[in-house]
Nanobody
Framework: QVQLVESGGGLVQPGGSLRLSCAVS????????INWYRQAPGKQRELVAT???????YYSDSVKGRFTISRNNAKNTVDLQMNSLKPEDTAVYYC??????WGQGTQVTVSS
């Protein structure tokens, strides 16, 4: 079965960049959609970005223009490029298929 593992989080200063990676254990071509979510301290989990097998993408208003979701077929990953990071972006980030299970996520901390 398909398994997803997030990586790439870390500590970055405001205005900096990080690239998160969602590694797919099976064939990435078997997945209809992958969603990136995040949960900040004291906040509800929110959908950040979505990529559909046909190429369509979705971004939340809070990250639109700064984040880019993409599928890397050669590496079998879905990546989230995060630019112009703000302290408000601090959260645990998760990737998930529509019917998949929640993993451990990867911590992103934006702080000076």
């Amino acid at each position: 079965q398909v398994q997803l593992v997030e990586s790439g989080g870390g500590l970055v200063q405001p205005g900096g960049s990080l690239r998160l990676s969602c590694a797919v254990s099976g064939s990435i071509f078997s997945i209809l959609a992958i969603n990136w979510y995040r949960q900040a301290p004291g906040k509800q989990r929110e959908l950040v970005a979505t990529i559909i097998s046909g190429g369509s993408t979705y971004y939340s208003d809070s990250v639109k223009g700064r984040f880019t979701i993409s599928r890397n077929n050669a590496k079998n990953t879905v990546d989230l490029q995060m630019n112009s990071l703000k302290p408000e972006d601090t959260a645990v980030y998760y990737c998930k298929t529509p019917n998949g299970r929640w993993g451990q996520g990867t911590q992103v901390t934006v702080s000076s």
